[in-house]
C-alpha cells in the first residue's frame, strides 16, 4: 500500500487529506471527530483578533445548487470566520494538538491589516502548540467589506506585507490562502513568494449567488427578504480551482512554492488532479459538509489504491506529474487530427450527438431512418461535443488520424510534424520559418 | 369472515375486508414529487425521440418529462392532454412495456427504461388536482356532432370536437360514462373512481351534452343520428364476446370474462362479490389476464389461466404475465378447450395440449383436466349490432386513415372500427383524428 504520509511546507501529516478552515474545524468537538476518523490535518476555522467575536446571521447561511437526486453540486455560505472567543479557541486547539500530535493541526487567521495586531495574535498562536497558521486572504463576504480576507488577497501588495510580518513574528510556516476573485492567480501567489511564504492554499471560495426565490425575489439564502452574495465552493468550482492551481505550479516565479490545493475535492480522483497539477496536498470542505468526515476512508484507500495500481510510492511523487503538460494555446499542435468514432454495438440511439453537432456544431454526425448515427469525417473537427453529450461511456470516441492518412475535411495528409501557432502561416505574428 | 379460498363452489367474503383493499389497491403507487424528480432526470431528452414514434397519440413525451424536471407538472401534463385527452387513464393503463417504454433507449441500454407512465400519471395527477380544465372552446361553428359511444374514442373525440366550437352530443348505452375505463378495465390499474373523475373534467371544456342509456338501434339509429347531426362519430366498442366452441360450453358459470371485469368493477362493496374456488380462465389477452388476477385477489384458491398457443405469443405483455404469476395464477400454454363437464354447472374442463405446424394450430391428442367450479372466457370481443349500410372489414367498421367510414357523414374508431390495436391510447388517438377530419370536412363545406 502507497504511503500516504505528506510533509507539507514543512508540516508532516498521516496523509494528504487536511479539513480545510471551514464550519466543520470550527471547534474541539468537530476537529477531535475529524482526527479520530482519519484526516491527516486541518485547518482550524478562521481566528479573528481578541475581543468580541464576531457575530452571524441568525438565519440560514447556506445556499445550494443541486444536480440531479438532490445531489450537492455547490454551497454558498455567508458565514463568517469563528463567533467563539479567541481565548477559547487557542485552549481547544492546545488540547487537540496535544491529543493528536501526528496529525498536521493549522490556526486560520485573519485580523485587521495592521502590524500590531498581527503582532499581537501570532505568539498566542503560536503557544497552542500548532504546526502552523493559514492567512485568510480569500474569504469573500462580510470579512472583506471590513478591509480584511478577500481584500487583501485581492491587492498582491497587502499579500506581501502581511505574510512579511507573519514570518517576521512568529517561527511557525505560513501559508497564504488565496481568493479566486481575481483576474490572474499568479499575481497574488508571486506577492506571498515575494512575502517568504512557505505555501500558499487555494481557491478560497468564489463570489456568489446560488439562486433566486421567484416569490419573494430574494437572493438565496434569504435573511429576512434579503440576501448577499456568498462564497460558493464544491464541486463546481473544481475546474477553476484546478486551472489556478496550474497556473501557479507553472509559473516560473512560484514553481518552487508548495500548493495546498482546494476546490470541490469530493473523491480521491478529484485529490489526485490536484496533486497532479502541483498540489502537494489537498484540502476538503463542502464534501465532508455533505457526507460526514467519513468519506476519508474513500480518499485514502481510492488515493493508494491508485497509487498502487500505477507503481508512485509517495504523495511527493504524484505532486505535478502533470504540470509540464499544461501550456498555452499557441503551443499545441495544430498538425495532430482526430475524427469522432461511434461504436455501433454500444449505441442505443438517443441521438443527442445528432442534436448536439447538427444544431450547434459542424454537421458532422449523420442519421438513418432506423437511428443509426454516423460521423461524416469530412465535416468532423473533433470537436469533442458528441462525446460529451453521449450518455454511453466510450460509446464515442476520438481517434487520432496517423501520419499520412488523408483529413477528408481538408483533403490534406496528417502531417507527423509538430507545428503550432506560432509558426502557422495565418499568424500575422509568426515567426519566419527558418 | 364466513368463508375461506379453500370454502368449494362460488362464494363471496373468502377474504377479510382488509385483505380485499390491500389486494385492490393502486397497482403502481403515484409517484412523490422526489420520485418524480429522480425518475424525470433519467430521461435523455432524445434527438427525435423513438418513444414519441412508439406512443398511439403522439405525446411529446421528453418534452413532459423536461417540464417535469424544471418543475412544471402542470406545463407536463399540458403537453401531454394536447395530444391525449385522456392521458390520465392512459398512464394507468396503457401497456407501456410494450410501447412507449419498450421504445426507450434506457430500456436499450440497461433495461430500465424511464417510466413513462408513471411519469405521465404524475403530471396529469397535478393538474387534475387543481380542478382547472387547460382548454377552452373555439368560436361556435353552430355544427352539431353525435358521439355514439362513451368510451375513450368517442370521449376524446367529443372533446376535440367540442374544442373545435362544434356543439357535441354524446349517446351511451350504459348508465355511466367512460366505456372500457368504466367497465372494462382491472381495478387495481383505476382506482378511487378515476375513470369518472377524468371523465367529469374531460366534460369541463363545455359543449358536449351527454345521454346515458341511449342504445344505437334501440333509442335511436344511425340514420336519424345522420339527419339530426352534421357529423356522426361511432365509438361503439366490441360489444359480443365471443363463445367457446367446446362440448358444454352452455354449462352454467361459465362465463364471459369481461362480464366479470365490469360486475368487480360495478361492485361497492368486494366482499358481496362471489367468486369461485377453482377459476379457470380461458384466453391470452389482457382480459383474460385481468379476470385470472382479480379472480385470486378476490380470493379464488387456485387460478389457472390456459392459452391455446405458447408464451410468445399470448397478447398479454411480458409484464401482465409476470403480474399475474406473482399474484398466483398459473399460467399453462399450447392448450385449447375440449369439452366442460358439470351436472348442469361446471366442475371440469378437459383441454388438449397444441402444437403449431404447417396445418396451423392442432391438437396432439394429449389430454389433461382441471377442476372448475367458474370458467372464464376470455377469447375474444366482436363487434354486435352494427349499423346497416356500414361497410365491414374482418368484423369491424371499415374506415379511412382519418376514420371515415363508408357512409357519408359517418366516422368511427376505436376498437369497432379497424386500423390500430385494440387500446385504449389507440382509441383515443383515433377519436381525437376523427374530430379533427370531422372539423375540416365541416368547415370545408362551410367555406
Known sequence: MADLTTTFAGIKSPNPFWLASA????????????????????????????????????????????????????????????????????????????????????ASIMVPCEEAAWKAILPRVEDTGCDGIELNFGCPHGMSERGMGAAVGQVPEYIQMVTEWCKEHCDMPVIVKLTPNITDIRYPARAAHAGHADAVSLINTVSSITSVNLDTMSPEPSIDGKGSHGGFCGPAVKP????????????????DLPISGIGGVTTWRDAAEFLALGAGNVQVCTAAMVYGFGIIKELTAGLSGWMDEKGYTSVAEVSGRAVPNVTDWQYLNLNYIAKARIDQDACIKCGRCYAACEDTSHQAISMSADRTFEVIDAECVACNLCVDVCPVENCITMEELAPGVIDTRTGKPVDANYANWTTHPNNPSARAAE | MSHSPRTPGIVSERLSPDELARNFEDLHAPYDG?????????????????????????????????????????????????????GGMCARVCPTETLCEDACVREAAEGKPV??????????????????HPYERAASTGKKIAVVGAGPAGLACAHRAAMLGHDVVVYDARPKPGGLNEYGIASYKTVGGFAQAEVAWLLQIGGIEMRHDQK???AMTLDTLTSEYDAVFLGLGLGGVNSLGADGADKDNVDDAVGFIADLRQAGDLTKLPVGRNVVVIGGGMTAVDAAVQSKLLGADDVTIVYRRGRDAMPASGFEQDLAASKGVRLVFNAQPKAVYGNGTVCEIEFEYTESGAAGLTGTGETFRLPADQAFMAIGQTLADAPDGLTLERGKIAVDGAGKTSVAKVWAGGDCATGGDDLTVTAVAEGRDAAEDIHNELMQSAG
Open chain 1, 240 to 255: 477553476m480551482a484546478l486551472n489556478m492551481v496550474a497556473e501557479i505550479a507553472r509559473d516560473p516565479e512560484t514553481a
Open chain 2, 34 to 86: 422526489h420520485e418524480a424528480m429522480v425518475a424525470a432526470d433519467r430521461c435523455y431528452f432524445c434527438h427525435d425521440a423513438p418513444c414519441i414514434t412508439a406512443c398511439p397519440t403522439t405525446i411529446d413525451i421528453p418534452l413532459f418529462i423536461r417540464q417535469i424536471q424544471t418543475g412544471q407538472p402542470e406545463g407536463a401534463a399540458k403537453t401531454i392532454f394536447d395530444q391525449n385527452i385522456l
Open chain 2, 216 to 218: 344505437l338501434g334501440s
Open chain 2, 115 to 132: 417510466e413513462i407512465g408513471r411519469l405521465q400519471r404524475f403530471a396529469t395527477d397535478a393538474l387534475m388536482a387543481k380542478g382547472v
Open chain 1, 23 to 106: 464550519p466543520p474545524t470550527d471547534k474541539e468537538y468537530n476537529v477531535r471527530r475529524a482526527f479520530e476518523a482519519g484526516w491527516g490535518g486541518v485547518v482550524w476555522k478562521t481566528l479573528g483578533e481578541a475581543g468580541p467575536p464576531i457575530v452571524n446571521v441568525n438565519g440560514p447561511r447556506y445556499g445550494v445548487v443541486y444536480g440531479a437526486d438532490r445531489r450537492v453540486l455547490g454551497i454558498n455560505n455567508i458565514e463568517l470566520i469563528t463567533d467563539r472567543p479567541l481565548e477559547t479557541n487557542l485552549e481547544e486547539i492546545t488540547r487537540v494538538k496535544k491529543d493528536f500530535p501526528d496529525r498536521a493541526l493549522v
